[in-house]
């Protein structure tokens, strides 16, 4: 019994040390087992409202990132210009790494290349199949300019037709001439100019202060959501010109792109296919919401412009045309000449 006695205690004593041992070290290896890595974010941004046609694409398509990657990826929208960039400035800050991704107007970007013009042209595409016809025909020309400029595209935001808001009504071309318009871009600048009215050529941040302090009493944009709410109160009157259906674009620094694993930018490619499939359907039902509302708010909407007016726009739209043809270029003019040429075959 005392030799059973040492041999009990070494025992007892061993068994201690080896469960203590493995406690331990399942302790230390427990931290490590369970560790997730941190999530990739991307700040990205937009100069419109959460509300608006490029607001809502980037919330889809952050929910579609993080769904398709389980939480890997975790895009972070702001809205309203609250990173501190403005359409025209999303390039460059996208490019220079001070936003990962984000949307930008496309005719805030005639200076970057005037391709991505073509899709605001006046009096061009203006219905939805129009519209996406342009876009498919130009994407790959939109996506080589944006590699130029450091970035990869991921999906277009089309919005509904540009009308002309004004804080009286446009009947007459006496009205018409009276106006000073926020344009959106070099093009829309030109042709209201040329239809007699002063113009100029303002981001949609930037127009809301003139409007408080009436140095512009009128806005060429569409009746879109939120960019909608910002305006009735200055503007109660919306004359249906239907000038163009406009793109936005959303990118994402190359570099950051590429950093991506195979996995990740397959899930990227698919999550963007599909916020772009859902930014075209949206345009289905988005009109006669934004009409809607914008009735319910006081907004006097005119359907059918004078034909006076109408007319002017139109003499304006044309001249305006041709001087973007001559400013893009042999390849840009071509687009046009083809697309321009598949419409009279579908007439």
Excluded at 34 to 42: F, K, M, N, S
Excluded at 261 to 286: C, F, G, H, I, Y
Aim: aromatic fraction near 8%; glycine fraction near 8%.
């Amino acid at each position: 019994m005392r030799l059973l006695r040492p041999r009990l205690a070494h025992a007892t004593l061993s068994f201690a040390m080896t469960a203590g041992l493995a406690v331990a070290t399942a302790a230390l290896l427990a931290p490590v087992a369970h560790a997730q890595p941190a999530p990739v974010v991307w700040q990205m941004g937009t100069e419109y409202p959460a509300t608006s046609m490029p607001g809502e694409g980037l919330t889809t398509f952050a929910q579609e990132v993080s769904a398709r990657t389980q939480g890997a990826m975790a895009p972070q929208p702001t809205f309203d210009a609250s990173a501190g960039f403005k359409s025209a400035q999303m390039p460059a800050a996208i490019r220079d790494g001070r936003l990962q991704a984000g949307d930008a107007f496309g005719g805030a970007l005639g200076e970057v290349d005037p391709i991505f013009l073509l899709s605001s042209l006046p009096f061009v595409a203006t219905s939805v199949d129009k519209a996406r016809r342009l876009a498919d025909l130009t994407r790959a020309d939109y996506a080589r300019a944006f590699e130029k400029q450091g970035q990869h595209l991921l999906y277009v935001t089309p919005w509904p037709p540009t009308g002309l808001w004004s804080r009286h009504p446009v009947g007459t071309l006496d009205d018409l001439r009276a106006l000073s318009v926020r344009a959106y871009d070099e093009t829309s600048a030109e042709v209201m100019r040329a239809a007699g009215a002063k113009a100029q050529n303002l981001s949609f941040a930037d127009a809301m202060p003139r409007l408080k302090d009436g140095s512009v009493n009128a806005v060429l944009s569409s009746g879109d959501g939120g960019a909608g709410r910002k305006l009735w109160d200055y503007l109660p009157n919306f004359t249906a010109i239907g000038y163009a259906m406009p793109l936005s674009f959303t990118t994402v620094n190359a570099t950051t792109w590429q950093a991506l694993t195979p996995a990740q930018r397959d899930a990227v490619t698919a999550a963007a296919s599909a916020t772009e499939d859902k930014q075209w359907a949206r345009l289905n039902t988005r009109l006669a919401e934004n009409t809607a509302r914008m009735r319910a708010n006081g907004v006097t909407i005119q359907d059918n412009p004078a034909p006076a007016v109408q007319q002017a726009l139109r003499d304006a739209g044309l001249s305006a045309v041709a001087i973007w043809q001559s400013r893009v270029g042999e390849r840009g003019a071509a687009l046009l000449k083809t697309y321009l040429s598949a419409e009279a075959g579908l007439r």
